[in-house]
DNA sequence: ATAATTAAAGATATTTTTATCCTTAATTAA
DNA sequence: TTAATTAAGGATAAAAATATCTTTAATTAT
């Protein structure tokens, strides 16, 4: 659905919400071990990342590494997409359309047009702080199992 | 969502299902002008889709084209999305674990696992032949319109 | 048979995405 | 102050997706 890029920001956002606070940082090489990517790549997007004011902080040197503050614990998930640019992996049309809308529909606009506010809310109704509970609290994980517990 | 070559796939065969049959067969000119995708690009589109027996038919020369019959119309738009390749982008993590499932969910797996089945019935549950339907009927598009109407 | 038309097939080219590596800057500890 | 550690930044590299062009094969009309 989302790209590798995307993919990597959401599960390293997640960890670092349940893992880190401004006391507690994570490197990149816990971080990329934990959710599974590569480690330089995950460096690049976390570097976007920590552009976005808000969204996560970082500090170089011993001790320092990547973390998330309360208030960004907050943010949604659809934040994270937006930062990421896949905004329109969910607005645009279904089949590539200029525009998704009601003036201009496409044939698939009608079937979608029920889907696609679920899918919104999915994101947007939920903070990065609640899947990092979810993945406390439900055993959830984030990173891929070669074999199934 | 899906790739451009599968945006493309689905634009061509909805098309082909509204103005094509054995007797009336559409050329690569036509086609690419009437979804709006480019020409030679969309020859290669065409070529994958022609392998697959059963969805769309081909014939070289003069008064030849692409063309479905009436038994291709009859599949589902997902069939199309399965020979794009592209099942994975609705049932794959959204988080891009290496399974979805009840086993080892990541934290968007209990929201997402309202939705999918809803993506899938979106797909699954239309006929081509019903989307080049609602596209006589109910006015939608195919092309990308410079300027809304 | 020959010429014209059309898709198939193959070769390349371009762009985007994914990924790695190396150097620099910031921070901390000794 | 020096050395160690860590992310930031920049330069490449590799792979995949998108796109174009040229040649070949099939079919039809003359
Ligand atoms: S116009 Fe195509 S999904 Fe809305
Ligand atoms: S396991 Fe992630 S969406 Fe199902």
Redesign the pocket.
């Known amino acids: 659905m989302f ?4 993919e ?1 920001a959401l599960r390293a956002i997640i960890y670092l919400a349940q893992n880190s606070d401004p006391d507690h ?5 816990e ?1 990329s071990k934990a959710i599974g ?5 995950t ?2 997007i ?2 976007k990342l ?2 976005d004011q808000n969204l996560v902080s ?9 973390y998330t503050n309360q208030e960004s614990k907050t943010r949604s998930v659809f934040s994270v997409l937006e930062l990421m640019g896949e905004e329109t992996t969910i607005t645009q049309c279904v089949l590539g359309l200029d525009q998704c809308s009601d003036q201009n529909p496409c044939p698939l606009h009608s079937t979608y047009k029920q889907i696609k506010p679920r899918l919104l809310e999915m994101f947007q109704g939920k903070s990065i702080q609640q899947l990092a509970k979810e993945l406390k609290n439900e055993k959830t994980v984030l990173n891929r199992p070669r074999k199934a517990s």
């Open positions: 790209s590798k890029s995307t990597y940082k994570i490197g990149l090489e971080l990517s590569p480690r330089s790549f460096a690049k976390m570097q920590t552009k970082s500090v170089t040197g011993p001790g320092g590494g990547f």
